[in-house]
Each structure stands twice: as structure tokens, then as C-alpha cells.
T-cell receptor, first 110, second 113 residues
Framework: EADIYQTPRYLVIGTGKKITLECSQTMGHDKMYWYQQDPGMELHLIHYSYGVNSTEKGDLSSESTVSRIRTEHFPLTLESARPSHTSQYLCASSWLGELFFGEGSRLTVL | GENVEQHPSTLSVQEGDSAVIKCTYS??????FPWYKQELGKRPQLIID?????GEKKDQRIAVTLNKTAKHFSLHITETQPEDSAVYFC????????????FGQGTRLTINP
């Protein structure tokens, strides 16, 4: 089924650990995005990509990095996690302006 | 860049009544205005959108109006039901250039039985 998948759904890690949040979509969309959202709160764009080998920083400064080596895959990496990174991270792809969101990865850094 | 303001931040209405959520945007180049609904613990999902070539769009109990001159757009939900309880986000973007969707702050809508 065409969808956008995120793993892990939940992650609890210690300060200083490196983590990668995975995002894959099977819809063939060129445009992909990462949003950071505290539960029920505003959606902040942290990274976006318009295609393979294209990545840009979003409106909210983030210490994370992204890569886009394949159309369907848009992983987000934190080299050294801190408690301030505790949040939910939503991946999305878009077609004709409409965003399709994944179910999110809820990260807790102790 | 684009800035979207959304009001109110919380809204509580009686079941069966209407709810209205309002947004303003700053960039006159924006021409696409979607509304997303996010239920508790779920992902945001598009419920209705409007493009700048129309002033109003309706889909069953929900409607969106757009005033490009005033840079306002609003979501109207009639005959509200308990399943309408959620956080609603407006957004704006241009279909030219960067095409980044900028979201409002969200409105938590509660339908009281």
C-alpha cells in the first residue's frame, strides 16, 4: 500500500547518543520534509528536499542533518542527542501541494 | 518569508453548533491554503484546501473561505459532532519557488456533548 513509513515510532535514549530516524515513502514523491512537533502544538519545518541529492534547512534551526540518496528514503540524524531534542518528529512527502505525513517518531532523550 | 497567524488557540462548542477558525497570512504570493486535522496521537491529515482562484469551497459539513485582499482565510464546521474534536492547522504556500508550506499555530477544538 502506498504510504509513508517512519521508524522507530518510539525511542528513549541517553544524552550523547547518535540516532537516525528513518523515513520511507512508496508514493514516488520528489518532495519530502521533516517537521518537529511537541504533542498537539505547532508544526515546525526543520528540513526539506526536492529530490535526490537536494536538501535544505527549514525555518526552525535544528542540530539534526538529513540525506537524500534515494527518492524514497529521507533519514534524519542527530550526532549527539540532548534532552532539548525530546520531541515528536514527523516526516512528510507532498504531491501537488498536499502533504502526506508519516505516523511520527517520538524521541525522548534522558 | 511567509507568516501564518491562527486564532483562536482553543475553541469549545456544543455539539450541533458551528465552529469557525480564522487565519491570516503575510505573503501575497501565497496561493494555496490547506487545512489539516490532527486527532490525538494521530498524524495530521488534509481535510480541505482552497486555491487563490476561488473564494469559497465546501465539502459536506466543512467549508473554507478566502479573502485574498485582506489575506484572511477561515474554516467553518457546521453541525459539529464529537469526532470533530481535534487540533486543526491552517497553512499557506506558494506553488511557485520554494513551495514550502507554513503552518499556523493550531486550534484545539473540543465538542461538548
Amino acid at each position: 500500500e502506498a504510504d509513508i513509513y517512519q521508524t522507530p515510532r518510539y525511542l528513549v535514549i541517553g544524552t550523547g547518543k547518535k540516532i537516525t530516524l528513518e523515513c520511507s515513502q512508496t508514493m514516488g514523491h520528489d518532495k519530502m520534509y521533516w517537521y518537529q512537533q511537541d504533542p498537539g502544538m505547532e508544526l515546525h519545518l526543520i528540513h526539506y528536499s526536492y529530490g535526490v541529492n537536494s536538501t535544505e534547512k527549514g525555518d526552525l534551526s535544528s542540530e539534526s542533518t538529513v540525506s537524500r540518496i534515494r527518492t524514497e528514503h529521507f533519514p534524519l540524524t542527530l550526532e549527539s542527542a540532548r534532552p532539548s531534542h525530546t520531541s515528536q518528529y514527523l516526516c512528510a512527502s507532498s504531491w501537488l501541494g498536499e502533504l502526506f505525513f508519516g505516523e511520527g517518531s517520538r524521541l525522548t532523550v534522558l | 518569508g511567509e507568516n501564518v497567524e491562527q486564532h483562536p488557540s482553543t475553541l469549545s462548542v456544543q455539539e450541533g453548533d458551528s465552529a469557525v477558525i480564522k487565519c491570516t497570512y503575510s505573503d501575497s504570493a501565497s496561493n494555496y491554503f490547506p487545512w489539516y486535522k490532527q486527532e490525538l496521537g494521530k498524524r495530521p491529515q488534509l481535510i480541505i484546501d482552497i486555491r487563490s482562484n476561488v473564494g469559497e469551497k465546501k465539502d459536506q459539513r466543512i467549508a473554507v473561505t478566502l479573502n485574498k485582499t485582506a489575506k484572511h482565510f477561515s474554516l467553518h464546521i457546521t453541525e459539529t459532532q464529537p469526532e470533530d474534536s481535534a487540533v486543526y492547522f491552517c497553512a499557506a504556500s506558494s506553488t511557485q519557488g520554494a513551495q514550502k508550506l507554513v503552518f499556523g499555530q493550531g486550534t484545539r477544538l473540543t465538542i461538548n456533548p
